[in-house]
């Protein structure tokens, strides 16, 4: 079937497009009333499967900037071909066993970049041409029987039973072949999480949050939310596909330059949204045609009314992943996923009236989207910042356009990494410093600096600090320090090195010491401790779903596991990580992957958990991976970086103020 309009007609053929979720979005650069002013040759082409197959046309977009551009391009080359089958396919009669089929995503440099001609503006953004668009190789069926025969195909093959995984993570699906054993809790979280995948336009964009056929109101659990996705994005990765990786970010980089309002209100160009679902709707005037739509969440319809702040740093931090993982860095390369880390850095790099080179946010703002009194400048929060600036620096290509930029990028770097290490730091020592801290200091000399009354060491501290090792407390503002240990902010900050070498070795000392506390009979807790009583009740407003102990309230969260071995092996402390997948591989399948545990020690699944979570799933499953290909994970994260210790601006001898710490030997910097 070929033609040139945009609707593919009966059920099976859904026409792929954007939904405008505001009456004068601009994606393309021009209204979408006056669509049919431009003219549009040489669409690029959906197949969207072998039985129920329709060409569907997709133009190329670019990205909106300022309301008066008008740039505009057309992709020219196939978007994607795959096959997707249903988990319970059969082919004519008989007991045939389904197999899904994978297209070997092609990796050729030339059709996968982008080019910028020598008329365009690299300071504005001004013009992109997408010359490639996405090559995927089409996959070739060469016989389909029941029976007596078997299914060939030209790529490589999984069985739905999960029995064969390709673990291949560099080159794409048809290299380097290699199988092994797997358990079978691991074949059961690979078939869960296949059937938690979604597809747009008959391409596989992303996971659901949450898959329980027996839940009547799933909410927004059945939308594909972009830190979600990560840990199974990464699965897919480590077992040699990255096609679904691949189009989650293309796609995702679309919706970033969407019109975002609430109540007459836009935030900053850059922001990517929280979620976006894909919507199945019929056409005007007809009962057989209808089309694919995707419909994001930039926080306009969440709980609290919040923007996501850590999607589009997960975004690059993901986008650094695949380019490490399958050796396609033609995909960072392309003009518009440039413009796109661009436009994030920009948002969050834009000077404003804060004193300290920490992210500032509101509450709810990140993996904890309700109140639970983290707004300032939650760890999260900055090490996701601190990851995705070194993630940018890596990938960005310097030229006149960007060199300031990247110049942005390292000071803030620098700042931020002495900021965190020298003021979040808490051990016995530390301390018992701010127990003797003096108030009202007025000097550049100060050691108080933010004036913190010694009065806010907490009681359950004083007895909970181990003598060895240490951690980065949650939150820092002027005379407020926030001691509880918040799980994921530490953890990546090991994972980006944030912290120091001693610090983060000081951390997983604190998380063996305290493992009855932070770990438990499930691996691991959000934060602790839970806010209780009173506290409770003045800082999440009497939150029904934040108890004590449950749910972002000292809950605990079983898709922490990949985050926590990656550290583990960055560290060199591998059995710690296979002590708490062991834990949690002990009750995951039994207790139907459960989002969340409540009670103090993770003991009972929680109260409103949804049941069949996907990061649950994915992390399990990222996390028996990792530790099986141990130095894979050294793709995933990064070592200290001497060059930013260099670098370093805050040594103003001249003004009396105390010098940086990083103006000292590298041995006094590594030895803190």
Not at 34 to 46: A, E, G, M, Q, T
């Amino acid at each position: 079937m070929n033609t040139s309009g945009c609707i593919g007609i009966s059920t099976m053929k859904p026409y792929c497009r954007i939904l405008i979720s505001h009456k004068g979005s601009s994606i393309f650069g021009f209204s979408p009333g006056k669509f049919n002013d431009y003219p549009i040759d040489n669409l690029s082409k959906f197949h969207c499967g072998r039985f129920n197959s329709c060409n569907s046309q997709i133009i190329g977009y670019t990205r909106v900037t300022d309301s008066n551009q008008r740039a505009f391009s057309v992709s020219g080359s196939s978007w994607g071909q795959s096959r997707v089958f249903p988990m319970n396919f059969h082919v004519g009669q008989g007991s045939g066993r389904g197999v899904l089929v994978i297209p070997n995503v092609a990796s050729d440099f030339r059709n996968h970049s982008t080019s910028v001609e020598a008329h365009v503006n690299e300071k504005s953004f001004e013009r992109i041409y997408i010359q490639g668009g996405l090559n995927v190789k089409p996959l070739v069926i060469e016989r389909i029987e029941t029976g007596h025969s078997v299914v060939k195909e030209e790529e490589s093959r999984l069985d739905f039973d999960g029995s064969s995984i390709n673990i291949d993570n560099l080159k794409g699906l048809n290299e380097n072949m290699v199988e092994r054993e797997v358990s079978e809790i691991e074949k059961e979280a690979w078939k869960l999480l296949r059937n938690a995948v979604v597809s747009y336009c008959g391409n596989p964009v992303g996971t659901v949050a949450a898959n329980d056929s027996a839940d009547k109101q799933p909410l927004n659990y059945d939308q594909v939310f972009i830190r979600d996705f990560v840990p199974s994005a990464l699965a897919f990765l480590l077992n040699g596909e990255g096609e679904i990786v691949k189009n989650f970010l293309l796609h995702t980089l679309q919706l970033q330059s969407w019109e975002k309002t609430v109540d007459c209100y836009s935030p900053g160009q850059g922001l990517m949204p929280a979620s976006f679902k894909v919507r199945t709707i019929p056409l005007d005037g007809s009962n057989e045609a209808f089309e694919e739509v995707l419909d994001p969440d930039f926080g306009e319809s969440a709980i609290g009314r919040v923007a996501p702040v850590d999607s589009g740093l997960w975004w690059i931090i993901l986008l650094r992943a695949y380019g490490k993982i399958t050796g396609d860095y033609a995909l960072q390369e392309r003009v518009d996923v440039q413009t796109g880390i661009r436009l994030i850095l920009n948002l969050c790099l834009t000077g404003g009236f804060d004193m300290f080179p920490s992210l500032l946010v509101t509450d709810g703002s990140c993996m904890i989207d309700r109140r639970m009194g983290i707004h300032g400048h939650p760890l999260e929060i900055q090490a996701l910042f601190y990851s995705a600036l070194r993630c940018s620096r890596e990938m960005l290509i310097v030229n006149d356009g960007t060199k300031n930029l990247v110049a942005a990028i390292n000071n803030r770097l620098s700042a931020l990494s002495f900021h965190i290490r020298e003021y979040y730091w808490a051990d016995m020592k530390k301390i018992n410093e701010i127990y003797r801290y003096k108030t009202e200091e007025y000097s550049t000399d100060a050691i108080n600096k933010f004036n913190i009354y010694p009065d806010q060491i907490p009681s359950w501290l004083v007895d909970w600090i181990p003598e060895k090792g240490g951690y980065l407390i949650g939150n820092l503002q002027p005379a407020h320090m926030d001691f509880r240990f918040f799980t994921l902010g530490n953890l990546w900050a090991i994972v980006s090195s944030l912290g120091s070498p001693e610090q983060n070795e000081g951390i997983l000392n604190l998380i063996e010491d305290k493992w009855d506390d932070l770990v438990a009979q499930m691996p691991l807790k959000i934060c602790y401790p839970a806010l209780e009583h009173e506290e409770w009740r003045i800082i999440t407003g009497s939150d029904p779903k934040n108890t004590p102990w449950s749910y972002h309230n000292g809950g605990s969260w079983p898709t922490l596991l990949w985050q926590f071995t990656l550290a583990c092996i960055k560290m060199g402390r591998p059995e710690l990580a296979q002590k708490a997948v062991a834990l949690a591989e002990k009750r995951l399948s039994m207790d139907q992957w459960p989002e969340y545990y409540d009670m103090r020690s993770g003991r009972f699944i929680g109260k409103q958990s949804r049941l069949f979570q996907t990061w649950t799933i994915a992390g399990f499953l990222t996390s028996k991976m990792l530790l099986k290909n141990p130095e894979k994970a050294s793709l995933l994260f990064w070592e200290e970086d001497y060059e930013l210790l260099e670098i370093c601006v805050c040594a103003l001898s001249k003004t009396g103020r105390k010098k940086c710490s990083r103006s000292a030997p590298r041995s006094q910097i590594l030895a803190r």
